[in-house]
């Protein structure tokens, strides 16, 4: 799945800056969730891991996988990786994770890059546990 702005330093700086644009409302987004019964997310499409951070820090699970097709942003991810959280190098339309069934599959302005995401999204349901969480964030529009 070929990203749109490449998979260079330059769009990292655009994810830096796109995920401290966003801080807030993804904060406020993953506050809702109940906490008590999540020991597995994982942060799809992660980039240079900055959702995959925010998601350990707010969610406080057990483990928080970040998987990306990009060795450079996943390369930037691991430094430096803190506990409980790990990056795998992985198309993340193609099942199966790298990981066992989850307890919640996040994304942030994904499924754009994506084509046919509606058959994308019944494949990640598959990586699901029983009453797991699929939380996406996407724009409503966009005006340039």
Known sequence: M???????????????????VFADSTR????????????LAVDLGCGP???????????RCHHVVGLDTSPHFISLAQ???????????????????PVSPCDLLYCRFLLTHLKQPRDILEKWATQ????????????????T
């Open 28 to 39: 406020a987004f993953l506050r809702q969730v109940n906490r008590s019964k999540l020991a």
């Open 128 to 143: 699901l546990r029983s009453e797991g969480l699929l939380l996406m964030e996407e724009a409503e529009w966009i005006e």
């Open 79 to 97: 430094q430096p990786n803190a506990d409980g959280i790990s990056f795998y190098l992985h198309d993340v339309t193609a099942v199966p994770f």
């Open 49 to 59: 891991g900055l959702s995959t951070r925010l998601i350990a820090e707010i969610l």
């Open 2 to 20: 070929p990203y749109l702005f490449g998979h260079t330093d330059v769009a990292a700086q655009r994810l830096q800056v796109l995920a401290e």
